[in-house]
């Protein structure tokens, strides 16, 4: 039905097409991490101003950070485990934004210009968690009796 010319040309054309495809993933790749390097910068960025307005007094609204619902620091990091523990379990691997979203769908709010970048620092501070893989974005649960 087809001539082996065809057929050496659309074979080309796929390896041409694979190795395309290939490429694009490595670019995704290389550019997520940019982005989650970017966000854990810019929640230590954010913590840092938030640490030097207190400091010189210049946040008005210190008190009413208080009452403040939204999730952030120790808190956000213990709701955090809380919901990945009984979501998914111990031993299952998520995706950082996967992980933020259990947390919404709970109801729950992280405080910060960009929550998911407050997010990010948090557990990427945490002794209960571990990355999996170099700039996956993916995250487990530390076992128990497994060091940090």
Request: charged share 30%; net charge negative.
């Amino acid at each position: 039905m087809s001539s082996p010319g065809l057929s050496e040309r659309l074979l080309t054309e796929r390896h041409t097409l694979a190795a395309q495809v290939e490429s694009q993933r490595a670019q995704v790749d290389r550019l997520q991490g940019i982005i989650d390097a970017l966000q854990e910068r810019l929640a230590h960025d954010e913590h840092l101003l938030d640490e030097l307005d207190g400091v010189l007094g210049t946040a008005a609204q210190l008190q009413i950070d208080s009452l403040d619902a939204r999730l952030h620091g120790r808190r956000l990091e213990e709701v955090a485990i809380q919901v990945l523990r009984e979501d998914l379990g111990d031993h299952v691997e998520v995706h950082y934004r996967d992980w933020f979203e259990l947390i919404r769908a709970r109801g729950h709010r992280v405080r910060g210009k960009e929550p998911l970048g407050t997010f990010l620092a948090q557990i990427n501070r945490s002794s209960a968690v571990e990355r999996v893989g170099r700039r996956s974005g993916r995250y487990r649960l530390v076992s128990v009796g497994t060091p940090a």
